[in-house]
């Protein structure tokens, strides 16, 4: 089956800064790689995903790139601001597999 | 749309007991899923269903249940709740097309 590594498990920036969070898998036919964020005390959130056909992918201060030889895609949060604070969930699944891989998370700080 | 539901929100057991978590929808999803979430472990698959009548199990089944009569409803049984299954179970829906997973938002079990 799938597995995903995701790095780093923690990560604290200052506020402006920029952040990013990497991400692996091993089997070679997913082809969608979606982004979850979750805040404190909440259910995780889609903020972004990325298709195997595209090779980034960007919304505001966020993108997503995705390396499909090297098996990887990457998160990238730029001018972070105090309400990005969140555990990030990168995932990984095949088409027509509505049930991802997920990664074990994230947990961005930013600070003031 | 109340989007995913889940109820209680937080609930103390005693080991040995038994309890359901219920998880409902309104977004007439055919995919509905169960994810335990632990420190360092991310998200982990417990079982999932592909509509109404079929389940079948993901990472981690073992002591828990589920069935799936309708549509909307989705419950997660604990057949005799143990220390190990101390967590914050996550329910999640997703429509057939849309790789888009809607979580709820967590129930919160302490097994003494």
């Known amino acids: 089956g799938e597995n995903v590594e995701q790095h780093p498990s923690t990560l604290s920036v200052q506020e402006g800064d920029s952040a990013v969070i990497k991400c692996t898998y091993s089997?070679?036919?997913?082809?969608?790689f979606p982004w979850y964020k979750q805040e404190l005390g909440k259910g995780p959130q889609l903020i972004i995903d990325i298709r195997s056909n595209v090779g980034e992918k960007k919304d505001q201060r966020i993108a997503v790139t995705l390396n499909k030889t090297a098996k990887h895609f990457s998160l990238h949060i730029t001018e972070t601001q105090p309400e990005d604070s969140a555990v990030y969930f990168c995932?990984?699944?095949?088409?027509?597999?509505?049930?991802?891989?997920f990664g074990r998370g994230t947990s961005l700080i930013v600070h003031p | 749309n109340a989007g995913v539901t889940q109820t209680p929100k937080f609930q103390v057991l005693k080991t040995g007991q038994s309890m359901t978590l219920q998880c409902a929808q309104d977004m007439n999803h055919e995919y509905m899923s169960w994810y335990r979430q632990d420190p360092g472990m991310g998200l982990r698959l417990i079982h999932y269903s592909v509509g109404a009548g079929i389940t079948d199990q993901g990472e981690v089944p073992n002591g828990y249940n589920v069935s799936r009569s309708t549509t909307e409803d989705f419950p997660l049984r604990l057949l005799s709740a143990a220390p190990s299954q101390t967590s914050v179970y996550f329910c999640?829906?997703?429509?057939?097309?849309?790789?888009?997973?809607?979580f709820g938002p967590g129930t919160r079990l302490l097994v003494l």
């Open positions: 995932a990984a699944s095949r088409g027509g597999s509505y049930i991802p891989t």
């Open positions: 089997d070679s036919a997913s082809n969608y």
């Open positions: 999640a829906s997703g429509k057939t097309g849309q790789e888009t997973q809607y």
